[in-house]
């Protein structure tokens, strides 16, 4: 017989030996790590079957005060023949979520980090589509008939005249004999697309240029 006393099996210390066995295994007293006692048999220890007086199940399960993600665990709850439990969110919200999704990482959020993402990635398509709408007017391939060697920068009767595409409308912008200035103003344009503020800054420069024509 192998002597057990002293030997420690998770928050068990065997102290004691019994008289008692169960199915030819010896029965061993064993202190908890919490100072509750319990039995258990050599059979069980050694296998692992038993590691506490039963401490570690419960805390396996009360969530209480435990955070997960953007979830604080209130307390805990039955859903029918399920154990839920009530959290706060780091939104506010408060949301009822089974042990299990938590612990296994399922669910983190009430729902607003989902919907945040999903903003996010919302905000990008519609950026990576703008910026690609004004820009193949600017930097893509030229069309056949182009003779300036800028997208936007057409040479009519003398003068260059710069346009630009947005919302599958052409806007003539402005016709000047210097290139340079056809092409700053093409270059505002796109910039004004890319930041989305094309009408009110088209609005500014139609404007100013009333303005100057009057003077």
Avoid: P
């Amino acid at each position: 017989m192998i002597d057990m006393i002293g030997k420690k099996f998770g928050k068990l210390t065997v102290i004691k030996k019994t008289s008692a066995t169960k199915n030819g295994s010896i029965v061993w007293e064993c202190e908890c790590a919490c100072g509750k006692t319990r039995l258990a048999t050599s059979r069980e220890l050694n296998s692992g079957r038993v590691k506490s007086c039963g401490c570690l199940r419960k805390e396996r399960y009360d969530l209480v005060g435990q955070k997960f993600g953007k979830l604080t665990v209130i307390k805990s709850e039955t859903l029918g023949s399920h154990r839920t439990f009530l959290c706060k969110c780091d939104c506010g919200n408060e949301i009822s979520v089974r042990g299990d999704s938590l612990r296994r990482g399922k669910t983190v959020s009430c729902g607003c980090a989902k919907s945040s993402e999903s903003k996010i990635e919302s905000l990008k398509s519609g950026r990576k589509l703008q910026e690609h709408t004004s820009s193949v007017f600017y930097q893509g391939t030229l069309s056949k008939n182009n003779t300036t060697g800028f997208n936007g920068i057409s040479f009519i009767k003398g003068k260059y005249r710069a346009s630009i595409g947005y919302k599958n409308k052409t806007y003539y912008l402005i016709s000047d004999s210097d290139i340079e200035i056809a092409k700053s103003v093409r270059k505002e344009a796109d910039e004004a697309i890319k930041s989305g503020v094309f009408k009110e800054w088209l609005q500014q420069f139609r404007n100013d240029n009333t303005t100057k024509s009057r003077r």
